[in-house]
T-cell receptor
Framework: NAGVTQTPKFRVLKTGQSMTLLCAQDMNHEYMYWYRQDPGMGLRLIHYSVGEGTTAKGEVPDGYNVSRLKKQNFLLGLESAAPSQTSVYFC????????????FGPGTRLTVT | AQTVTQSQPEMSVQEAETVTLSCTYDTSESDYYLFWYKQPPSRQMILVIRQEAYKQQNATENRFSVNFQKAAKSFSLKISDSQLGDAAMYFCAYRSASIVYMRFGAGTRLTVKP
């Protein structure tokens, strides 16, 4: 049982480049999330999904897109990276609404130069 | 909107001593969950303890316990017999039963002095 995995772990992009972060979970969880972590600001929700084929915006969705074509995968895309998107990105999953805590992936450190 | 406030950006404690990290939250919901997560230098988010709002008894996990004051909307974390391995960022988080995502505080960096 790998839990929640994220690919890649580190990435450096130039301004304007695009990339996709992949999150995978093998726990059959319904809900999946993408957060970004910036110094002094905790974790902020970018987008989330309540099931296969569904997505919704979080607190800071601008500049990001997501897709959940399969229940176990949740992709985060940056179409045109900006230096303001330099951050650590975390994926998380939750079994169900009344179950409790989210399980987190190891994070991806993204630097946009 | 629900907000979570951690008013202590940094705290330090002597090894083997006790330290308390503060957290307050704002909500109009009655059914919700509260969490403390630990983030060591490895960056992995590790659940330390959780509390269901409907439970009056404070949660305890070994050396970690909470003081949950529902009326005051306060949720502090007490670490007893602090160990060097407790040094980390600690995040307080809130999730209501009607909303499936968490809101996090800004974090408290805990240093443990030998």
């Amino acid at each position: 049982n790998a839990g929640v995995t994220q690919t890649p772990k580190f990435r450096v992009l130039k301004t304007g480049q695009s990339m996709t972060l992949l999150c995978a979970q093998d726990m059959n969880h319904e809900y999946m999330y993408w957060y970004r972590q910036d110094p002094g600001m905790g974790l902020r929700l970018i987008h989330y999904s309540v099931g296969e084929g569904t997505t919704a915006k979080g607190e800071v969705p601008d500049g990001y897109n997501v897709s959940r074509l399969k229940k176990q995968n949740f992709l985060l895309g940056l179409e045109s990276a900006a230096p303001s998107q330099t951050s650590v990105y975390f994926c998380a999953s939750l079994l169900g609404r009344f179950v409790g805590e989210q399980y987190f992936g190891p994070g991806t450190r993204l630097t946009v130069t | 909107a629900q907000t979570v406030t951690q008013s202590q950006p940094e705290m330090s404690v002597q090894e083997a001593e006790t330290v308390t990290l503060s957290c307050t939250y704002d909500t109009s919901e009655s059914d919700y969950y509260l969490f403390w997560y630990k983030q060591p230098p490895s960056r992995q988010m590790i659940l330390v303890i959780r509390q269901e709002a409907y439970k009056q008894q404070n949660a305890t996990e070994n050396r970690f316990s909470v003081n949950f004051q529902k009326a005051a909307k306060s949720f502090s974390l007490k670490i007893s017999d602090s160990q060097l391995g407790d040094a980390a960022m600690y995040f307080c988080a809130y999730r209501s039963a009607s909303i499936v995502y968490m809101r996090f505080g800004a974090g408290t960096r805990l240093t443990v002095k030998p």
